[in-house]
């Protein structure tokens, strides 16, 4: 039996904006100051996203020329522990 190869179906591009074009490491810098891990064996250690939820976060985050966001809705659909760190 063959294994069956799935693709996400992307409605973004999973890219990151140039760095002057996001709030987003504005973002992950506060999260990393205040934001504690809350249970597991990380308990009460800083938080940590995973390499592809920095990258949604920035995109979430992007601003066009006159600092308007540029997407004001969106949907993450993922499988329970998708975000957990490996």
Do not use: C, S
């Given at each position: 039996?063959?294994?069956?190869?799935?693709?996400?179906?992307?409605?973004?591009?999973?890219?990151?904006?140039?760095e002057?074009?996001?709030?987003?490491?504005?973002?992950?810098?506060?999260?990393?100051?205040?934001l504690?891990?809350?249970?597991?064996p990380?308990?009460?250690?800083?938080?940590?996203?995973?390499?592809?939820?920095?990258?949604?976060?920035?995109r979430?985050?992007?601003?066009?020329?006159?600092?308007v966001?540029?997407?004001?809705?969106?949907?993450?659909?993922?499988?329970?522990?998708?975000?957990?760190?490996?």
């Open positions: 039996m063959t294994a069956l190869t799935l693709e996400p179906i992307r409605t973004w591009p999973d890219t990151v904006p140039p002057t074009r996001t709030l987003g490491w504005d973002v992950l810098d506060w999260t990393a100051r205040y504690l891990q809350p249970d597991g990380d308990a009460g250690k800083p938080w940590r996203y995973t390499p592809e939820q920095v990258r949604i976060l920035l979430w985050f992007e601003i066009d020329d006159a600092g966001f540029v997407r004001r809705q969106g949907t993450i659909r993922r499988l329970k522990g998708w975000g957990l760190p490996r």
